[in-house]
Nanobody, 122 residues
Framework: QVQLVESGGGLAQPGGSLRLSCAAS????????MSWARQAPGKGLEWVSG????????YYADSVKGRFTISRDNAKNTLYLQMNSLKPEDTALYYC???????????????WGQGTQVTVSS
């Protein structure tokens, strides 16, 4: 069965950094694009970043471009999100998601993790 388990969330001050991880299992991880999305309290789901199956292409929402870096280690079946220069508006529950294919910007996903909480506050 497909499983996606996020970790690495926590408290950070504005300007600080966190690194999120997503451990994947139950499918051929290296064959699929992956994404991060987030949901702030009382708001809808926002796509944050995506990465091609082999890591060759990456994509970012304008709100995080230049601050966040998505990466993956296919040998470890793990997806990462390095979050730098954090802002209070980054506070949200962060999810990793499996895409339907190796790449593209279709924003169609068939599996999601349970999420990890990121709180940015001074």
């Amino acid at each position: 069965q497909v499983q996606l388990v996020e970790s690495g969330g926590g408290l950070a001050q504005p300007g600080g950094s966190l690194r999120l991880s997503c451990a994947a299992s139950g499918f051929t991880f290296s064959s699929y694009a992956m994404s991060w999305a987030r949901q702030a309290p009382g708001k809808g789901l926002e796509w944050v970043s995506g990465i091609y199956s082999d890591g060759s292409d990456t994509y970012y929402a304008d709100s995080v471009k230049g601050r966040f870096t998505i990466s993956r280690d296919n040998a470890k079946n793990t997806l990462y999100l390095q979050m730098n220069s954090l802002k209070p508006e980054d506070t949200a529950l962060y999810y990793c998601a499996k895409d339907l294919g190796p790449g593209g910007l279709g924003h169609e996903y068939d599996y999601w993790g349970q999420g990890t909480q990121v709180t940015v506050s001074s």
